[in-house]
């Protein structure tokens, strides 16, 4: 759990077991992160267990913290190595502050040039918390690893040639809390954010959900209904996902287009799909 989180939840839930609060990023965040409590109608409704849920969840996520504690300053396995035997005890994990980065040309960053591998590669693991300036003008979160490795096979529009792409990293279904996420909209008010993920409603969420101002998504959503063997069962698996969708407040005008498609032929496309069957994408605004 990040700090603002927990700062929010140490200031509004601590001394009280259950009740029902106005909606807001912080606590539709402990819906869709960590499956505690609902929202509906506009307000966040919890109970004395989703209390104990949310009281484990930060001793387990934190290392033994209260909700009434200081949040914890994370340090990395080096620095407790100093003083203690046990280096790893409420310590960053060793990838926990790092970010996979690609690109189809240089990755330029702190005004320096990095030069890729020659061969195919995910990319370059770099320490989110040294990157200071980033010098290409979109970033990209990408949902699925396998895009990382290729960009070059991706049939994208010429304003992203020059793009960052960033891994959103092994997160639990959902989870916004991550180093990826925190390092992408770190850079809201400098670039352009741009996130791309499946076609499915978990992609459209995540888009919705992300910080980015703009979707990387199929230029034309009959490419929705390409024709492929077998049956069908994703649209199936993703009911929390569709219901959000369904509430969602106000959803991008492009976002219900492809949306109502999908609840029609009831169908899914994976980023595999995409770059195997090289769908022409574009960029469109994640704006009511």
Known sequence: MNKSLFTYCK???RLINSGKLKACASLISLVNDYNIGLIDDGF??????DKQHLVDLVARELNGIRLSDAYPKPQTRNERAHFYRDEKRGTLKVSEDFVLLNSLGPLRI??????????SALGQFICASEIETIEHQQIVL???LIVMANLNRLNIPDELKEAVWVYRGDVQAFNQTSTAYQFFRRFKLSHQLICF??????????CLTSGASKWLTLSDETQLNIALQGVENEWFKQGKAIHFLNNYASLPVDCERIFLRMKESQTTLKQEH?????LQLKVLPLVP
Request: charged letters at 20%; zero cysteines; proline letters at 5%.
């Open 142 to 144: 990408v949902e699925n």
């Open 11 to 13: 200031n509004n839930l």
């Open 110 to 119: 702190n005004k320096l040039v990095l030069k890729g591998s020659p061969l």
């Open 197 to 206: 993920s499946d076609l499915d409603p978990s992609g459209l969420q995540i």
């Open 44 to 49: 966040f409704h919890f109970n004395e267990k």
């Open 274 to 278: 995409i770059l195997t069957h090289f």
